[in-house]
Each structure stands twice: as structure tokens, then as C-alpha cells.
Nanobody
Framework: VQLQASGGGSVQAGGSLRLSCAAS????????MGWFRQAPGKEREFVAA???????DFADFVQGRFTISRDNAKNTMYLQMNSLKPEDTAVYYC????????????????????WGRGTLVTVSS
């Protein structure tokens, strides 16, 4: 299984980026998917999740700025980030969990099985 995150870059505050997570070795429709991030010197934190059935969840700090989606036909998940702030600067990781497993907690990184390498997002003021 491989998860490849892409789409990161440098933007100014107020700008937008669209992250992609291409999955291989698994059938995306059977997995819950998530985005986490880690800023320099900080712990990894939950950003957003989308379940196999389509339900979405977001961290409080997102405040309606981000949208998570999936294209099962392309085996790819997306994170559309708008109104970016300097505090959104971090490495963003995509992750997956088999939806047949019980005990899923979308905001807990320990709930996920596979992780991608991450893509860096830098937001300047």
C-alpha cells in the first residue's frame, strides 16, 4: 500500500491550495481516509477525515475553510484549502484505515493503518 500526497507549496495568506492523495495497493472506496498535519516543533494534529460512506469531519480550526473529498474511481482523495493562514504552515499527511475494522476514531492518528510521506504547505503573511 502506498499513499502519495502532493500539491503542497508556498502561498500567501488568503490563498488556496489543493492537496491530493493518490492511493495504490488498496481500493479507496473500502477505506476511511484522513489528513493530518505537523508544524515545526509541534505534535501531529488532525485536520479532516472522510469515511468510506462519505461522511466528513473537520478539526475546529478549519472553520469552514477546507473541503475534503474523494474520487474512488481515481483512487484519490483531496483537500481543498482556502483562506489559508500562516498558522496552517505544516507538512500535511494523508492516511487510510480499512472501514471494516471496528473502533474507528477519525481524529486519532492511531486509528489509521497507512500513512503517506507528506507534502509541505507554507503560508506567508
Amino acid at each position: 500500500v502506498q499513499l502519495q500526497a502532493s500539491g503542497g507549496g508556498s502561498v500567501q495568506a488568503g490563498g488556496s491550495l489543493r492537496l491530493s492523495c493518490a492511493a495504490s495497493g488498496l481500493i479507496l472506496s473500502r477505506y476511511h481516509m484522513g489528513w493530518f498535519r505537523q508544524a515545526p516543533g509541534k505534535e501531529r494534529e488532525f485536520v479532516a477525515a472522510i469515511r468510506s460512506g462519505g461522511r466528513t469531519d473537520f478539526a475546529d480550526f478549519v472553520q469552514g475553510r477546507f473541503t475534503i473529498s474523494r474520487d474512488n474511481a481515481k483512487n484519490t482523495m483531496y483537500l481543498q484549502m482556502n483562506s489559508l493562514k500562516p498558522e496552517d504552515t505544516a507538512v500535511y499527511y494523508c492516511t487510510s484505515r480499512n472501514s471494516l475494522r471496528v473502533g474507528y476514531v477519525y481524529s486519532n492518528g492511531e486509528s489509521y493503518d497507512y500513512w503517506g510521506r507528506g507534502t509541505l504547505v507554507t503560508v506567508s503573511s
